[in-house]
């Protein structure tokens, strides 16, 4: 019964995977490497393939084109029964008519395995719930449903775990703690977890790796810190957490050193953080990374004058100001509330700072 | 006179439901009643109380060969078109083939035809076939239409199954076979169960199409027919009354056993 397939382990490989629906492409020449052991998250916005990547690994879907392997073994068309890969389903998709110890005995007793019990107890103290292992599924809170449902996936020690929004359904407290749990369990159990959301948040604090996926295709792959620090397309700029972009015009690269002249005033930025193709960029920088001034520049900083502060809103740990600079484009500004901030009212006018290394350029039809 | 008002504003529901059970359950009461007249030859005049017709149901001639035969017409029938219609439930709601809304059409059509036009066309048909009214031809008939019944609440069943689950057993290792075994059908079982009563409830209590295709073969509600001309005997509402506390009984014990259930999984 043990083919190649089925106890195949290592990395998880997909190359050039396109998915058609009709003329309708969801998945479109993807190509990536999931390593051993390692947190992947897929982060997207709603409809952009997510759910049909997933499958695709699972085996529920077959691949137009491409191929898909982990390890050495080639799984592209193995049956989904012979694919060393569990899925955490996004509604949980309990067993209704079974205890839930018979829904986390499943795989294994489908495997032929006749002395479950142990294994079935010691994955359900894992996620403490062994005083329920005699109720239905109906019978238990959504948070506890995913919990189950987790249970019964990594019980059979597959070499890929797939979480597809399992934590959607769940309140923000919730969904924290469970936050919490999961990346807990996967470094308890050691498997590959693919987790699919479109939460960025929730994908900065769990995954070791984050894949941003927008229309079918992979804009951007790498730590949370790198996607958030130097984002490579405006899609991703925008989509973990929050962007300014302003456009402006190349003037020179010294091979270390853009300089960008934006509406009149001089930008610098490392030469490598610059990603755009022709002489007009998107010049970008979080809006934590700006210091606001009532006074003229300070020296060997990007400046910006002639901001008028038009929104101020107070959020505990930080100060929000929105500036509105004389080309009528708002800038986002949050300042630590740490005392050392000016005061500033509603009004003002201001020049707003920031390191050059803390900037990035983009192609504009990024 | 405000009081009495009051009371019945509040009550008015108890009242309602009361009479309406009443209502229902008159006749019922009625022919269980009978069932204990010491009658005779017709049993329309309360003559007085005995347990004798109980004591011995089949007492009178041909009571319980006709019950003998609807049973088994019943049994067969049901078991029939339980098998026949689960399958034809399954390819409908499951695939998509070529002719498939015109069968979904064909399948409504013996529950909108009057039963007296198929009794009679379907005897019509056996006669031009050259085969007699009998047992068999009875079964037959009653297989088609209770197929209907059976497509059709099986069909709600597995239309109301969340395709997510087979995808989570393919998932969890089971195969083709397996996933069946284990997860559609189980979860499918009650909606087959109920098409099974539906179907032998129909079949027991067919008369029309029945007394066209049945030929010299007497069933339950057959005989119950013909002996009115004469008077029904006591027996018949033996079997009536029995029939329904067993239905009762099985309602009943049903809704306990739910109940049990739900509180020891709590
Ligand atoms: N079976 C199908 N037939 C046709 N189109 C489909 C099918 N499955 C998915 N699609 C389309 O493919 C696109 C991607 O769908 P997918 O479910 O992968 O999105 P997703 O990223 O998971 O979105 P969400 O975050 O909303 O779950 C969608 O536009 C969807 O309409
Ligand atoms: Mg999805």
Same mark, same amino acid.
């Given at each position: 019964?043990?083919?190649?397939?089925?106890?195949?382990?290592?990395?998880?490989?997909?190359?050039?995977?396109?998915?058609?629906?009709?003329?309708?492409?969801?998945?479109?020449?993807?190509?990536?490497?999931?390593?051993?052991?390692?947190?992947?998250?897929?982060?997207?916005?709603?409809?952009?393939?997510?759910?049909?990547?997933?499958?695709?690994?699972?085996?529920?879907?077959?691949?137009?084109?491409?191929?898909?392997?982990?390890?050495?073994?080639?799984?592209?068309?193995?049956?989904?029964?012979?694919?060393?890969?569990?899925?955490?389903?996004?509604?949980?998709?309990?067993?209704?008519?079974?205890?839930?110890?018979?829904?986390?005995?499943?795989?294994?007793?489908?495997?032929?395995?006749?002395?479950?019990?142990?294994?079935?107890?010691?994955?359900?103290?894992?996620?403490?719930?062994?005083?329920?292992?005699?109720?239905?599924?109906?019978?238990?809170?959504?948070?506890?449903?995913?919990?189950?449902?987790?249970? +019964?996936?990594?019980?059979?020690?597959?070499?890929?775990?797939?979480?597809?929004?399992?934590?959607?359904?769940?309140?923000?407290?919730?969904?924290?703690?469970?936050?919490?749990?999961?990346?807990?369990?996967?470094?308890?159990?050691?498997?590959?977890?693919?987790?699919?959301?479109?939460?960025?948040?929730?994908?900065?604090?769990?995954?070791?790796?984050?894949?941003?996926?927008?229309?079918?295709?992979?804009?951007?792959?790498?730590?949370?810190?790198?996607?958030?620090?130097?984002?490579?397309?405006?899609?991703?700029?925008?989509?973990?957490?929050?962007?300014?972009?302003?456009?402006?015009?190349?003037?020179?690269?010294?091979?270390?050193?853009?300089?960008?002249?934006?509406?009149?005033?001089?930008?610098?930025?490392?030469?490598?953080?610059?990603?755009?193709?022709?002489?007009?960029?998107?010049?970008?920088?979080?809006?934590?990374?700006?210091?606001?001034?009532?006074?003229?520049?300070?020296?060997?900083?990007?400046?910006?004058?002639?901001?008028?502060?038009?929104?101020?809103?107070?959020?505990?740990?930080? &100060?929000?100001?929105?500036?509105?600079?004389?080309?009528?484009?708002?800038?986002?500004?949050?300042?630590?509330?740490?005392?050392?901030?000016?005061?500033?009212?509603?009004?003002?006018?201001?020049?707003?700072?920031?390191?050059?290394?803390?900037?990035?350029?983009?192609?504009?039809?990024? | 006179?405000?009081?009495?008002?009051?009371?019945?504003?509040?009550?008015?529901?108890?009242?309602?439901?009361?009479?309406?059970?009443?209502?229902?359950?008159?006749?019922?009461?009625?022919?269980?009643?009978?069932?204990?007249?010491?009658?005779?030859?017709?049993?329309?005049?309360?003559?007085?109380?005995?347990?004798?017709?109980?004591?011995?149901?089949?007492?009178?001639?041909?009571?319980?060969?006709?019950?003998?035969?609807?049973?088994?017409?019943?049994?067969?029938?049901?078991?029939?078109?339980?098998?026949?219609?689960?399958?034809?439930?399954?390819?409908?709601?499951?695939?998509?083939?070529?002719?498939?809304?015109? &069968?979904?059409?064909?399948?409504?059509?013996?529950?909108?035809?009057?039963?007296?036009?198929?009794?009679?066309?379907?005897?019509?048909?056996?006669?031009?076939?050259?085969?007699?009214?009998?047992?068999?031809?009875?079964?037959?008939?009653?297989?088609?239409?209770?197929?209907?019944?059976?497509?059709?609440?099986?069909?709600?069943?597995?239309?109301?199954?969340?395709?997510?689950?087979?995808?989570?057993?393919?998932?969890?290792?089971?195969?083709?076979?397996?996933?069946?075994?284990?997860?559609?059908?189980?979860?499918?079982?009650?909606?087959?169960?109920?098409?099974?009563?539906?179907?032998?409830?129909?079949?027991?209590?067919?008369?029309?199409?029945?007394?066209?295709?049945?030929?010299?073969?007497?069933?339950?509600?057959?005989?119950?027919?013909?002996?009115?001309?004469?008077?029904?005997?006591?027996?018949?509402?033996?079997?009536?009354?029995?029939?329904?506390?067993?239905?009762?009984?099985?309602?009943?014990?049903?809704?306990?056993?739910?109940?049990? +259930?739900?509180? +020891?999984?709590?």
């Amino acid at each position: 019964m043990v083919d190649m397939a089925s106890s195949a382990t290592g990395d998880l490989n997909l190359r050039n995977i396109t998915k058609s629906f009709g003329d309708f492409v969801a998945v479109d020449d993807l190509t990536l490497t999931i390593p051993k052991g390692s947190f992947f998250a897929l982060l997207g916005p709603s409809g952009c393939g997510k759910t049909t990547t997933l499958r695709m690994i699972a085996g529920l879907e077959e691949p137009t084109s491409g191929s898909i392997s982990i390890g050495e073994s080639d799984i592209t068309h193995t049956k989904p029964y012979k694919r060393p890969v569990n899925t955490v389903f996004q509604n949980y998709a309990l067993f209704p008519h079974l205890t839930i110890f018979e829904n986390v005995a499943f795989g294994l007793r489908r495997r032929g395995q006749k002395d479950v019990k142990d294994a079935v107890e010691k994955v359900l103290s894992l996620v403490e719930l062994g005083h329920l292992k005699d109720r239905k599924p109906g019978q238990l809170s959504g948070g506890q449903q995913q919990r189950i449902a987790v249970a +019964r996936a990594i019980v059979n020690r597959p070499a890929l775990l797939l979480l597809d929004e399992p934590l959607g359904a769940l309140d923000l407290k919730l969904r924290r703690q469970m936050q919490i749990e999961l990346k807990w369990i996967q470094t308890e159990v050691g498997i590959t977890f693919v987790h699919v959301t479109h939460d960025q948040e929730e994908a900065m604090t769990m995954a070791d790796t984050i894949a941003v996926m927008n229309k079918g295709r992979i804009e951007q792959m790498g730590s949370p810190v790198e996607l958030y620090e130097n984002p490579e397309t405006v899609f991703v700029a925008n989509f973990l957490g929050q962007s300014n972009l302003i456009e402006g015009h190349v003037q020179s690269d010294s091979g270390a050193e853009t300089s960008v002249d934006v509406h009149g005033s001089r930008i610098l930025l490392p030469s490598s953080r610059n990603r755009g193709k022709e002489q007009k960029v998107l010049v970008g920088v979080r809006p934590e990374k700006i210091n606001i001034h009532t006074s003229s520049t300070s020296a060997g900083k990007n400046a910006l004058e002639g901001g008028v502060v038009t929104d101020i809103s107070f959020v505990g740990v930080s &100060t929000q100001y929105q500036v509105e600079m004389p080309w009528k484009q708002e800038i986002m500004v949050f300042e630590q509330n740490d005392g050392g901030a000016p005061n500033i009212r509603k009004g003002d006018r201001v020049t707003l700072t920031w390191e050059p290394h803390f900037t990035f350029a983009l192609s504009p039809e990024s | 006179m405000r009081e009495v008002s009051r009371w019945f504003s509040r009550n008015l529901i108890r009242i309602y439901a009361a009479l309406a059970f009443i209502y229902l359950f008159i006749p019922v009461a009625y022919t269980m009643a009978f069932s204990f007249n010491d009658s005779g030859k017709r049993n329309l005049i309360w003559q007085g109380f005995t347990l004798k017709n109980w004591a011995n149901p089949c007492g009178a001639p041909e009571v319980c060969t006709a019950l003998g035969n609807s049973l088994k017409i019943g049994v067969i029938s049901t078991l029939i078109a339980t098998i026949l219609g689960t399958m034809i439930a399954f390819a409908l709601g499951r695939y998509n083939f070529r002719g498939r809304s015109s &069968t979904n059409l064909i399948i409504f059509l013996p529950m909108a035809t009057p039963e007296i036009v198929l009794g009679a066309s379907l005897l019509a048909m056996f006669l031009n076939l050259g085969i007699n009214p009998g047992f068999w031809p009875t079964v037959i008939a009653h297989i088609m239409f209770c197929i209907s019944f059976v497509v059709v609440t099986v069909k709600a069943r597995v239309a109301s199954l969340d395709p997510k689950l087979e995808e989570a057993a393919r998932d969890l290792y089971a195969n083709e076979y397996q996933t069946f075994r284990r997860v559609t059908f189980p979860l499918v079982l009650p909606g087959i169960a109920a098409a099974a009563l539906l179907a032998f409830s129909l079949s027991f209590d067919d008369f029309i199409i029945t007394n066209f295709n049945s030929g010299t073969v007497t069933t339950f509600p057959k005989f119950v027919w013909i002996s009115s001309a004469r008077g029904v005997p006591a027996q018949a509402n033996v079997i009536g009354s029995a029939m329904f506390l067993i239905a009762l009984i099985i309602v009943v014990a049903g809704q306990f056993a739910g109940n049990a +259930r739900a509180k +020891r999984n709590r």
